[in-house]
């Protein structure tokens, strides 16, 4: 069973910057595609970011390329989300999630097998 805790959610004002973690136990962090997904009040969970677990490759959907950064130390079984220049829409609460039977990049949430409990990050104008 995999456990995922994850901080560093918080209120940061429009152009900001947070730094997501989410520290990972009970499993082979260093084998699972590790995502980050959010959801905002009234709608869907929604793709960010993933990683493979080796780092070598990374994918983002559209309106957080070019601010986010998904990264991951194996070592300390954690992965992270740093998000510069925040915008209001990017207010949601934030769940990282595990995918521990494929080595290739999903963004359908059906393919993430552990959650955390999520972390509320919240944008002001």
């Known amino acids: 069973q995999v456990q995922l805790v994850e901080s560093g959610g918080g209120l940061v004002q429009a152009g900001g910057s947070l730094r997501l973690s989410c520290a990972a136990s009970g499993g082979t962090f260093s084998r699972y595609v590790m995502g980050w997904f959010r959801q905002a009040p009234g709608k869907e969970r929604e793709f960010v970011a993933a990683?493979?677990?080796?780092?070598?490759?990374?994918d983002y959907t559209n309106s957080v390329k070019g601010r986010f950064t998904i990264s991951r130390d194996n070592a300390q079984n954690t992965v992270y989300l740093q998000m510069n220049s925040l915008k209001p829409e990017d207010t949601a609460v934030y769940y990282c999630?595990?995918?521990?039977?494929?080595?290739?990049?999903?963004?359908?949430?059906?393919?993430?097998?552990?959650w955390g409990q999520g972390t509320q990050v919240t944008v002001s104008s």
């Open positions: 999630a595990a995918d521990t039977t494929s080595s290739l990049i999903g963004r359908s949430r059906y393919r993430y097998h552990y």
């Open positions: 990683i493979t677990w080796s780092g070598g490759s990374t």
